[in-house]
Nanobody
């Protein structure tokens, strides 16, 4: 069973940075399609970033140039580096996985919610002005 545990959320000022982590157990991150989503109450879950088994990435337009998704196969961990945070980035952030992952993000494709099969519990990010 794949288990995902997010960490690194918190409260920051606009313009500051945070790095989210997602520890994976039950499989190897090197075999998975991995992604980050976010959701605010009353709205649909939104795809933020994805990374495939081969390291190709995709991003939502709203975070391009500010957020970076990466993974460390040795640590079996997924990351989301968030820079220049905005108030509108305030949300619960979720880690997602599809293992084994066959999706190819070549060309910057950003996988949607239904393409993932495992989810973490989320970590809250709050950005204030």
């Amino acid at each position: 069973e794949v288990q995902l545990v997010e960490s690194g959320g918190g409260s920051v000022q606009a313009g500051e940075s945070l790095r989210l982590s997602c520890a994976i157990s039950g499989t190897s991150v090197s075999m998975c399609l991995m992604g980050w989503f976010r959701q605010v109450p009353g709205k649909e879950r939104e795809a933020v970033a994805g990374i495939d088994r081969w390291g190709s990435t995709g991003y939502a337009e709203s975070v391009k140039g500010r957020f970076t998704i990466s993974k460390d196969d040795a640590k079996n961990t997924l990351y989301l580096e968030m820079n220049s945070l905005k108030v509108e980035d305030t949300s619960m952030y979720y880690c997602a996985a599809d293992c084994p992952g066959t999706a190819d993000l070549w060309g910057g494709y950003l996988p949607r919610e239904f393409e993932y099969t495992s989810w973490g519990q989320g970590t809250q990010v709050t950005v204030s002005s």
